[in-house]
């Protein structure tokens, strides 16, 4: 499974730390990668963020380019999103993800999907 956490509120131009822990069988015999997603009240869930299995390589949904960065710690099977600047905008629940490949593109052929993490950011 999938668990995220590290959600909360936060003010305009402040900053959280998301974390999202893979435990299980699923995880242990292959090679993957993981990524955000985030969904806004009304909206669709939108792609935030993928890194590779390696971790040499990421990438960024526009929208949070130069302001987030992901990362993981493959020893710990754990992902994680650091937001800094954040803006009103960045609010939604925040899901993590896997996929077993890594795609320099706002997408990924995701596997499985952890709970959501609700972060709020107020103006």
């Known amino acids: 499974q999938l668990q995220a956490s590290g959600g909360g509120l936060v003010q305009a131009g402040g900053s959280l730390r998301l974390s999202c822990a893979a435990s299980g069988r699923a995880f242990s015999s292959y090679a993957y990668a993981m990524g955000w997603f985030r969904q806004a009240p009304g909206k669709e869930r939108e792609f935030v963020a993928v890194?590779?299995?390696?971790?040499?390589?990421?990438y960024y949904a526009d929208s949070v380019k130069g302001r987030f960065t992901i990362s993981r710690d493959n020893a710990k099977n754990t992902a994680y999103l650091q937001m800094n600047s954040l803006k009103p905008e960045d609010t939604a629940v925040y899901y993590c993800a896997t996929a077993r490949s890594f795609v320099a593109a706002p997408v990924m052929d995701v596997n499985f999907w952890g709970q959501g993490t609700q972060v709020t950011v107020s103006s």
């Open positions: 890194i590779s299995w390696s971790g040499s390589s990421m």
